[in-house]
């Protein structure tokens, strides 16, 4: 079994961030420059990246596709490219631009049937669900909004209509560096064995990883650890080196 280890960069004015919980007004910079990011990225062995579109998110429509093009192009990073993803020209944007997957979050709550719709276009490998809750509740619009549709119910509907890759994020967790919600992943890994799950949101070191792996996660996606020095890139090398000579 593998799991993907996966970067995040989130984007407000063309900068690498990280909010505190989805909070705009609790960011914090990191680097003025994301491809100088995913250089380092790339040269420390990572080869998935997680690219947020956070001015997207607001504007509900892709803003950085320039960031995007100027990433793909000058790195073999496989990136998936969310926020803003609102319109079939905002796929296309993303594809045409380098992406190799779009995630799309609040176009499944809101217009079931136009998402049902890009599945069926573009394929499950192509379409990334993003499921953003908090207290069972799920969140979207750059989580802003929140449905009381029931959460395994919309997995279930989600699956239903050929979604195979879903990733989730406890906002709770966010940001925060105070560890995944291992219980909420552990349930949705037994409801849904056959759907690829990445994790996110919460991931404070390499345990937290290792516990993720143990869970059967196909991915996780770490942020504000990485930025925040609490996880090395040359530990995720090492760990990636040691699970390649594993398969």
Same mark, same amino acid.
């Given at each position: ?31 003025k420059?994301? =491809? ?8 420390? &062995?990572?080869?998935? /990246?997680h690219? $947020? %579109?956070?001015?997207g998110? +607001? ?12 990433i ?31 995630t ?7 217009k079931?049937? =136009? ?8 394929? &499950?490998?192509?379409? /990334?669900?993003? $499921? %953003?809750?908090?207290?069972? +509740?799920?969140a ?44 909420l ?63």
């Amino acid at each position: 079994m593998k799991m993907d280890i996966i970067v995040a960069i989130d984007l407000i004015d063309g900068k690498c961030v990280r909010l505190i919980q989805g909070d705009f007004k609790r960011k914090k910079i990191y680097n003025k420059d994301p =491809l100088e990011v995913a250089l380092l990225l790339e040269n420390h &062995g990572i080869s998935r /990246l997680h690219l $947020v %579109d956070l001015d997207g998110a +607001k504007k509900r429509k892709v803003v950085h596709w320039r960031i995007l093009e100027k990433i793909a192009k000058n790195t073999r990073l496989i990136i998936d490219f969310g926020g803003g993803i609102h319109s079939e020209e905002d796929i296309h944007t993303v594809f045409e631009n380098g992406g190799h997957m779009v995630t799309v979050g609040s176009i499944a709550v809101q217009k079931p049937f =136009l998402f049902k719709k890009w599945i069926d276009t573009y394929g &499950g490998d192509k379409i /990334l669900l993003g $499921v %953003d809750v908090k207290n069972n +509740k799920i969140a979207s619009h750059g989580w802003t909004k929140f449905s009381d549709f029931p959460f395994f119910g919309f997995l279930q509907e989600k699956s239903n209509h050929g979604v195979k890759k879903i990733f989730c994020t406890d906002i709770s967790k966010d940001g925060v560096l105070s560890g995944p919600s291992f219980l909420l992943y552990e349930k949705i890994l037994e409801k849904f064995p056959n759907i690829e799950f990445i994790a996110s949101g919460g991931i404070r070191n390499m345990d937290d990883v290792y516990k993720l792996f143990n869970l059967g996660c196909s991915g996780v996606i770490i942020g504000k650890a990485i930025y925040e020095n609490k996880i090395s890139l040359s530990n995720l090398k090492n760990w990636k080196g040691k699970r390649n000579n594993n398969n």
